[in-house]
C-alpha cells in the first residue's frame, strides 16, 4: 500500500496521552502511515515523531499565552510551509483550540482533510468556533456525549468515539498494596492532592493546598501527586514550607485517585478521571487575575468541573479564584468527610459517568474513522 503521512498537534499533556493510544491502535491496523507534528513522549513511544519540543506548548491563560505569541507565530509559520511543501495526507487536532483552530484554518487553504479529535468546549464559551468547526474540519470525533446535539443542529460530519480515560485508566495496586508501597497506614483517612500538570498551576495552586494542609491534624495521611512535568526545583521550594508529613507521589495518579478517601484536584483533565473512578472530591481553580476576569466575561455556563458539566448537576463542591485559599479548601474537607449522607451520594452520582461516557472504545472508534479518511 501507498504510504501515507499524518500530521498531529497535540500541545497538553492530556492531549499526548489521548493521541497516543489512538496511535497505538493505529499502528497495530496500518504500518504505511508516517505520524509527525506536534506531540509529547507519550505518542513519541508509539513512533511519532516531533517537530518541536514538547514543553514549549504547555502555557495556559489569555497573559501567559501573550507571552508566548512570537513562538507560536513561528510555529504556524513552520506548519504553513510544511502544508505548502509537502503537504500531509490527513491532519488530526487533539483539543488545544488556541493553536488548533488557526491550523485547522490553514490545512483547509491547503485542500487537506482535517479530524478534529476532542473538540474545544464552545458550549462553555466562544460559541462561534462551531460555525469554524463547520468550515474548516471534514469529521469531528467528540467526547462528552451532549455536545452531539450541537453538531446536528449545524450538519456538521461527527462521531461520538466514547471517552478515552475509560482505556487509559489502569489501577495496577489495590489499596493493600498501594498502602504498603507508600508506607501508608490503612487505618488512618487519606487525603490527596492534586495541583496541577503545568508550572503556572503549581505556583498558583499548591501554595493554597499546602496551606489546607497546615490546618489539618494527624489523623490524616495527606498525600500530593507530583506531575513529571512541572520543575522539581519548584515543586520541592514549594512543598518545603510545611513541616506536616506528607508523601508525594509521581506516576501513581489513577491510584491515588482510587484509594484515597478524598481529593482536592485542580480543574482540568484530573477531575473527570476522578470522577470516573468514583472517588468523592473537590475541584479547585485559581489563575491570573486578568485572565480570570477576562474569562469571566465570556464564560457562559456557571460550572468549571467537567464532572458537573456532564451529568449537569452539582456534584462535586468547586471553588473558583478568590475562594481557592486553605481555610476554604480545609473547610470543604471537613465538611464532606463529616457527612456521611453526603459523601455517599456524590459517590454514587459519580458512579453515573460510567454509562453517561458510553462503552465505545475511543481508539477504535477514532482509528476507523482515521482509516476512511486516508480511504485506507
Given at each position: 500500500?501507498?504510504?501515507?503521512?499524518i500530521f498531529?498537534?497535540?500541545?497538553?499533556?492530556?492531549?499526548?496521552?489521548?493521541?497516543?493510544v489512538?496511535?497505538k491502535?493505529?499502528?497495530k491496523?496500518l504500518?504505511n502511515?508516517?505520524?509527525f507534528?506536534i506531540?509529547?513522549?507519550?505518542?513519541?513511544?508509539?513512533?511519532?515523531k516531533?517537530?518541536?519540543?514538547?514543553?514549549?506548548?504547555?502555557?495556559?491563560?489569555f497573559?501567559?499565552?501573550?507571552?508566548?505569541l512570537?513562538f507560536?507565530l513561528?510555529?504556524?509559520?513552520?506548519?504553513?510551509?510544511?502544508?505548502?511543501?509537502?503537504?500531509?495526507?490527513?491532519?488530526?487536532?487533539?483539543?488545544?483550540?488556541g493553536?488548533?483552530?488557526?491550523i485547522?484554518?490553514?490545512a483547509?487553504?491547503?485542500?487537506i482533510?482535517?479530524?478534529?479529535?476532542?473538540?474545544?468546549?464552545?458550549?462553555a464559551w466562544?460559541y462561534?468556533r462551531?460555525?469554524?468547526?463547520?468550515?474548516?474540519?471534514?469529521?469531528?470525533?467528540?467526547?462528552?456525549?451532549?455536545?452531539?446535539?450541537?453538531?446536528?443542529?449545524h450538519n456538521?460530519e461527527?462521531s461520538?468515539?466514547?471517552?478515552?480515560i475509560?482505556?487509559?485508566?489502569v489501577?495496577?495496586?489495590?489499596?493493600?498494596?498501594?498502602a504498603?508501597?507508600?508506607?501508608l497506614?490503612?487505618?488512618?483517612?487519606?487525603?490527596g492532592?492534586?495541583?496541577?500538570?503545568?508550572?503556572?498551576?503549581?505556583k498558583?495552586m499548591?501554595?493554597?493546598?499546602i496551606?489546607?494542609?497546615?490546618?489539618?491534624?494527624?489523623?490524616?495521611?495527606?498525600?500530593?501527586?507530583q506531575?513529571s512535568?512541572v520543575?522539581?526545583?519548584?515543586?520541592?521550594?514549594?512543598i518545603?514550607?510545611?513541616?506536616?508529613e506528607?508523601?508525594i507521589?509521581?506516576?501513581?495518579?489513577?491510584?491515588m485517585?482510587k484509594?484515597c478517601?478524598?481529593?482536592?484536584?485542580?480543574s482540568?483533565t484530573?477531575?473527570?478521571?476522578?470522577?470516573f473512578?468514583?472517588?468523592?472530591?473537590?475541584?479547585?481553580?485559581?489563575?491570573?487575575?486578568i485572565?480570570?476576569?477576562?474569562g469571566?466575561?465570556?464564560?457562559?455556563i456557571?460550572?468549571?468541573?467537567?464532572?458537573?458539566?456532564?451529568?449537569?448537576?452539582?456534584?462535586v463542591p468547586?471553588?473558583?479564584?478568590?475562594?481557592?485559599n486553605?481555610?476554604?479548601?480545609y473547610a470543604?474537607?471537613i465538611?464532606l468527610?463529616?457527612?456521611e449522607?453526603?459523601?455517599?451520594?456524590?459517590?454514587?452520582?459519580?458512579?453515573?459517568l460510567?454509562?453517561?461516557?458510553?462503552?465505545k472504545?475511543t481508539?477504535t472508534e477514532?482509528?476507523?474513522?482515521i482509516?476512511?479518511?486516508?480511504?485506507?
Amino acid at each position: 500500500m501507498t504510504s501515507k503521512r499524518i500530521f498531529w498537534i497535540a500541545g497538553e499533556n492530556s492531549g499526548d496521552l489521548h493521541a497516543s493510544v489512538v496511535l497505538k491502535e493505529l499502528n497495530k491496523q496500518l504500518d504505511n502511515v508516517e505520524n509527525f507534528g506536534i506531540g509529547g513522549d507519550k505518542m513519541a513511544s508509539q513512533g511519532f515523531k516531533a517537530i518541536y519540543p514538547f514543553d514549549r506548548f504547555s502555557v495556559m491563560g489569555f497573559v501567559e499565552v501573550v507571552k508566548h505569541l512570537a513562538f507560536f507565530l513561528e510555529v504556524e509559520k513552520n506548519i504553513k510551509t510544511i502544508f505548502q511543501s509537502n503537504p500531509p495526507d490527513l491532519v488530526v487536532l487533539v483539543d488545544y483550540p488556541g493553536l488548533n483552530m488557526r491550523i485547522a484554518k490553514l490545512a483547509k487553504r491547503y485542500n487537506i482533510p482535517v479530524l478534529y479529535f476532542i473538540v474545544p468546549q464552545f458550549w462553555a464559551w466562544k460559541y462561534k468556533r462551531i460555525f469554524k468547526l463547520q468550515k474548516y474540519t471534514d469529521h469531528i470525533a467528540y467526547i462528552l456525549p451532549f455536545e452531539g446535539k450541537y453538531f446536528s443542529k449545524h450538519n456538521i460530519e461527527a462521531s461520538f468515539v466514547g471517552h478515552p480515560i475509560s482505556e487509559e485508566i489502569v489501577i495496577k495496586l489495590s489499596r493493600e498494596e498501594f498502602a504498603a508501597e507508600n508506607d501508608l497506614d490503612l487505618n488512618k483517612k487519606w487525603l490527596g492532592f492534586l495541583p496541577g500538570s503545568r508550572d503556572t498551576e503549581i505556583k498558583k495552586m499548591l501554595p493554597e493546598f499546602i496551606n489546607s494542609i497546615e490546618l489539618l491534624t494527624d489523623d490524616y495521611e495527606l498525600i500530593v501527586s507530583q506531575a513529571s512535568s512541572v520543575s522539581t526545583e519548584l515543586f520541592d521550594k514549594i512543598i518545603g514550607k510545611t513541616e506536616k508529613e506528607v508523601k508525594i507521589l509521581k506516576n501513581m495518579n489513577y491510584e491515588m485517585m482510587k484509594h484515597c478517601d478524598l481529593l482536592v484536584v485542580t480543574s482540568g483533565t484530573a477531575t473527570i478521571e476522578t470522577a470516573f473512578l468514583g472517588t468523592p472530591f473537590i475541584i479547585a481553580y485559581k489563575t491570573s487575575n486578568i485572565s480570570y476576569q477576562i474569562g469571566k466575561r465570556f464564560i457562559k455556563i456557571d460550572k468549571i468541573g467537567l464532572p458537573n458539566i456532564v451529568i449537569e448537576k452539582d456534584i462535586v463542591p468547586e471553588l473558583i479564584q478568590y475562594n481557592v485559599n486553605g481555610q476554604n479548601i480545609y473547610a470543604n474537607i471537613i465538611k464532606l468527610l463529616s457527612d456521611e449522607k453526603k459523601y455517599n451520594k456524590i459517590r454514587n452520582e459519580l458512579h453515573a459517568l460510567h454509562d453517561i461516557l458510553g462503552s465505545k472504545t475511543t481508539s477504535t472508534e477514532v482509528t476507523g474513522i482515521i482509516r476512511n479518511m486516508l480511504n485506507e
